[in-house]
């Protein structure tokens, strides 16, 4: 990990949206009771999509934005493709690094033997890495192949693929196709500690969240395009947009829009919204210039990895501060309001805690690159 004293050119609209994501992310990770919270603020149970399940796919959409921006400027130093593809194989490999060495941390526990392997910044990880790869190695043409294949290939594997020990495809939580993959491939003891029989960022779902940097990607040449109008990249941006969540309704009738299994009802209702969402960044901030309402975002948008890896930090050491046996949430906040005003309050809390560490960080400068 390196201090970066300077950052490279790119849309603040990049940055703004980012870091709406970043806050959203933090603030649904950590409320002050888990169990007390507004529904929106919760992921669906199973088949559906709450505004809380759109903050992984639209980070992971940015990540393919971000890639095209990263890329270019990186042709443009000079660098060669052999030391950029090194580059991204290092930044997973790290980023993988860092959520066990978290783990180990926040539990106090050097038993490997139960360290969950996959996760949200392992995805992360994996996702960056096979797209810039697949950009850098393919043209534009390709990966538009690539991801209806994945995305086509996906739902047969999980609709029509008899699941071992099972006897026929489905959908359920321990009994699909990709958690027997994780179950035989990773063993219960590696995989999230809530079920131990499958897991969220299981292997099989990175294939459609490929799918969805892919569309980051593609979103991301679009508004690069030196050859069109603004106005004509934001009317196109949100028809496709558009598009992609009507599509994404038709096929959740047959394989239902579901955050946990990444289905590709998902990716396209996921990636179709960060398209209307970032389209509508674009134009306010970019094109229109209404500016006075970015700076709290930015901040979070331009050290989005350090201010994620913080937050799984920050709220545990948090909570270690008592008094009289209560923590600064029992003494501070609960007594004085609902259970669940009181909950979204902590979360709150939580959020500004982060965001002025990362306010230090942007007025001095430093800009954590992996």
């Not at 969220?200 to 990175?206: D, F, Q, R, S």
């Not at 558009?242 to 009802?265: C, E, Q």
């Not at 331009?302 to 008094?323: C, D, E, M, Q, R």
């Amino acid at each position: 990990m390196t201090t970066a004293l300077t950052k490279s050119p790119r849309l603040l609209s990049l940055d703004v949206f980012r870091g709406i994501t970043i806050a959203g992310m933090i603030l649904v990770n950590d409320p002050g009771d888990w169990g007390h919270i507004y529904a929106p603020l919760e992921h669906s149970v199973w088949n559906g999509c709450t505004p809380t399940d759109l903050v992984f796919p639209f980070f992971l959409f940015m990540v393919g934005v971000s890639i095209v921006y990263a890329m270019e400027s990186k042709k443009a130093s000079g660098m060669g493709q052999s030391k950029m593809i090194l580059t991204a194989l290092r930044r997973m490999v790290t980023l993988i690094l860092i959520t066990w060495v978290t783990q180990i941390i926040l539990r106090w526990n050097f038993d490997l033997s139960k360290l969950r392997l996959p996760g949200v910044l392992p995805r992360i990880a994996m996702v960056y890495f096979i797209c810039t790869l697949l950009y850098l190695k393919t043209s534009q043409k390709t990966r538009d192949w690539i991801f209806v294949i994945s995305l086509v290939g996906y739902y047969l594997l999980m609709t029509f693929v008899p699941v071992p020990g099972v006897g026929y495809a489905n959908l359920e939580p321990e009994t699909n196709f990709g958690a027997w993959i994780d179950r035989t491939l990773l063993t219960p003891d590696h995989l999230w500690l809530s079920s131990h029989t499958w897991d969220p960022e299981g292997l099989l779902g990175t294939l459609p969240a490929i799918a969805t940097g892919l569309l980051g990607i593609r979103v991301g040449t679009w508004l690069k395009r030196k050859d069109r109008d603004d106005s004509i990249k934001v009317s196109w941006m949100f028809t496709y947009g558009i598009v992609a969540v009507l599509l994404a309704l038709v096929w959740d009738l047959f394989f239902p829009i579901n955050k946990a299994l990444w289905t590709s009802s998902f990716v396209l209702y996921t990636g179709g919204l960060a398209t209307i969402g970032l389209a509508l960044c674009f134009w306010l901030i970019d094109v229109q210039g209404q500016k006075r309402f970015t700076y709290p975002f930015v901040v979070f948008g331009t050290n989005a990895i350090a201010a994620y890896v913080l937050s799984g930090f920050i709220p545990h050491y948090y909570n270690l501060i008592k008094w009289d046996g209560k923590t600064i949430y029992e003494h501070l906040i609960a007594p004085y309001f609902s259970p669940v005003n009181a909950s979204l309050l902590g979360a709150i809390l939580i959020v500004a805690i982060l965001w002025l560490v990362m306010w230090v960080f942007y007025t001095r400068k430093i800009f954590i690159k992996i």
